[in-house]
């Protein structure tokens, strides 16, 4: 039996839509004396259960504004769910939003050490990772350059070799082995690759069905914020497949 | 308890680069650099000192520029930490949304990092004690009351302020006028001897928590002119640490309430 490191029970998200966003005192003070203050209820996420032992790769499928996105956010930690409960083990290393937490007045050097705390790494450990991660970037050139003259793209190479340079136990996947140019993204696809083979756990989402069927093995479909599927890669996908048709 | 420690050491680090990325840029790319901590609150003493000194009455006070800087210097931590703090939480929008981390980090290192500022800006005090000719007494080492007080009251009124400043945009100008009617009533660059014991006036000192650090800071530096007691007020120092851990007790349990919606409001 492999160790379970994920397990999320009935978990629900809910946001409030304010039918107009009220961001000063007046506008909610006016609204709260004539009583019209009312949020729109929103569930982005409902009765999410599931569980992954160490070495599954899920995929997550399901159309825009299914909750994909939130649900990863709901696993790496930055949303708190409303309700239900989340357990995981071990280090995360969550390649969302690649960068969050650069300051563009920084230079690549600094961000290396400011990004790297963000993502909870230790002193010693980037001061002793730090060539990797620079010749990992191909930024040796650029990297006292402040990051605000980095190209786009720049910025996510950093990002990526920043986030990539430990060991992580779970990696939450977005979307982001598009990353740079070509030459870039099959250095990135590799490193990708050979975490895999160090029996990470893997959550992945993505539009790409082949990409899905090629990484994971097991999979969901979320719509409306619930899942409506759940299993191995090739059932789903088949269902997925005859939703999208 | 050890989770607490843990806790500690997982994030210390973040929070070493947080107050270090405060101090790197607020002076980044200005020719001077760091020279500004020291050079513009001397500068500002050398304006007040010009225009409040004659008008006031203080122009045969030597020591007049170093009661104005000590004023001025506490003042200037608490209102840019306190400032800072009520936008911290949207400005750092981006990094919330998406990755996690402890958010009472934020309105914390900014306290931190103005305090070390402010800290090195104690040099110019120094110095220009000395040049005009007072000399430390032995009723110096109790300095660390007042700068542990000051600390405690900005932590704690910034907790709060960064609350409310995600839900109430407002609270980000409200504060600047509540910051101006502070300052007056601080006895920055007047001092509070003008009125009489008897007077009301003299109950907005005593119950001003930041007046009571600078008040405790001057009799430290071994000015003799600070509240009527001329002396190391101990009520002061007591009161002022009272408050200080009630705002923080206060701020703190607020904070760890609203937190989680923050999120949804930024």
Redesign the interface.
Known sequence: MEKEVIRLENVGMKFNLSSEKLDNLKEFFIKFVKRDIHYDEFWALRDISFSLNKGDRLGILGLNGAGKSTLLKVIAGVYKPTEGTVKREGVIAPLIELGAGFDMQYTGAENIYLYGSVLGYSKEFIRERYDEIVEFSGLRKFIDVPLKNYSSGMKARLGFAIATVIEPDILILDEVLSVGDAKFRKKSEEKVLSMFDKGVTVLFVSHTLDQVKRICNKAIILEHGRIIASGNVDEVSKIYMEKTK | MGSIIDHVK?YR??L???VK?GI??RY??SYLGVLWTLLEPLLTMIVLTIIFGPLLGYSDDKLFPVYVLSGRLLYNFFSLATKESTRSIRVNA????????PKYLYPLSYVLYNYVIFLISLIVLAVVSLILGLFPTVKLLLIFIPLINVFLLSLGVSLILSTIGVF????EYLWNVALTLIMYTCAIFYKTDRFSDTSWIIWIFKLNPLYGCIDNFRAAIGLADTFYTHCFNWNFALYCFVFGILTIVIGGLLFRKCQ?RF???I
């Open positions: 997982k680090f973040l070493n680069e947080l990325k790197k840029l980044r790319r981006a990094m919330i949304k998406k990755v996690y981390v109430f945009r407002d609270m989680d999120i949804l409001h």
